[in-house]
């Protein structure tokens, strides 16, 4: 399995790229399979105010759904139409224009507590 090693991820298998004090969010690969084929994605509201670990957004697949939950605190700035319009980008780029949601960080050092590639590999071995 892939894991870009420019991202920070969450025990619940959130992603977060961060750019100065913007993050891009989504669901790793692993969760993905873990999901199987995604059927939808409810996005959260641009302009809500979230605390790390403050369930954001849902994602329903053939099999289940699951909570996204914010990586780190900060405001919702973005949301991906993309994946609104075709959930199935969730599977066939996660990392790419899977992503789900972009946020304004409120402490960019927060993000230093999430796990590296390396401590997130190990997570899921």
Known sequence: MNIPTDLRYCPSHEWLRLDGDIATVGISDHAQQEL????????PARGRTLDAGDPTAVVESVKAASDIYAPVSGEIIEVNPDVEADPALVNTD?????????????????A???MDAAAYQAHLS
Not at 36 to 43: A, K, S
Not at 98 to 106: A, E, H, N, S
């Open 112 to 114: 230093a507590t999430l």
């Open 36 to 43: 199987t084929d995604v059927v939808f994605v409810e996005l």
């Open 94 to 110: 996660p990392y790419g224009k899977g992503w789900i949601f972009r946020l304004r960080v409120k402490d960019v050092a927060e």
